[in-house]
Structures are given as structure tokens and as C-alpha cells.
């Protein structure tokens, strides 16, 4: 069984920032693309930013030049720094990984979710 476990949101002040981690565990053989989604109140879950098992990085918009993402293939671990916080930025934020827990021909990567973490930027 596999898990994503989100760490590092809580309350921050606009202009403030914070880092976001996510660790997969569990039987894990290969993990491919890693991401970061936000869902605010209200609204969709959209993409905030993903990278490749092989370090190339793609960013929403709204959140380029601010939001920085990362990972560690050796922990299994993506994170996402977030500087220049603003009050849009609001939202749980969803750790996603795809991964594979067999060696398959072909190889297999299903999509898993964490359970989310709570970023609230306000004065």
C-alpha cells in the first residue's frame, strides 16, 4: 500500500513563505511525475506545480517567480517552497505522485493523492 503524507502548511502573513513536504512510503518500485494541487473554498482543484522524475519543472502561472518545487528521489519526497504568499494563495494543498508498486512490462504508474494540508495566507 502506498501513502503520501503532506507536512509544513499553517498560517502565514502576505509576503510571508513556507515550505511544503510530501514523503511516499510503502511499496513503492518507481515513482515518476511528482505534483503539487490546491483547492480553495468554492473552487476547482487546479495544478500548482509538478516536476519530472528527471528534475524538469512546470508552474501555474499565478504562482511563478514565487513557488519553487523540489524533490529528493532518495527519500521519495517533493516539496514546494512558497515565497511571496498572498492571500489567494489560500487553500489545501494536495501532494501527487505517480507510482508504481511492481516491476511491470509495461511499467505501470497509478496516480495517488494525499490528504491534504491547510496554507492560510492573511494579516
Known amino acids: 500500500q502506498v501513502q503520501l503524507v503532506e507536512s509544513g502548511g499553517g498560517l502565514v502573513q502576505p509576503g510571508g513563505s513556507l515550505r511544503l513536504s510530501c514523503l511516499a512510503s510503502?511499496?513503492?518500485?518507481?515513482?515518476?511525475?511528482m505534483g503539487w494541487y490546491r483547492q480553495a473554498p468554492g473552487k476547482q482543484r487546479e495544478l500548482v506545480a509538478v516536476?519530472?522524475?528527471?528534475?524538469?519543472?512546470s508552474f501555474a502561472d499565478s504562482v511563478k517567480g514565487r513557488f519553487t518545487i523540489s524533490r529528493d528521489n532518495t527519500k521519495n519526497t517533493v516539496y514546494l517552497q512558497m515565497n511571496r504568499l498572498q492571500p489567494e494563495d489560500t487553500a489545501v494543498y494536495y501532494c501527487n505522485a505517480g507510482i508504481a508498486v511492481r516491476a511491470t512490462l509495461p511499467l505501470i504508474h497509478l496516480h495517488y493523492w494525499g490528504q491534504g494540508t491547510q496554507v492560510t495566507v492573511s494579516s
Open positions: 510503502g511499496s513503492i518500485f518507481s515513482i515518476n511525475a
Open positions: 516536476i519530472t522524475n528527471g528534475g524538469m519543472t
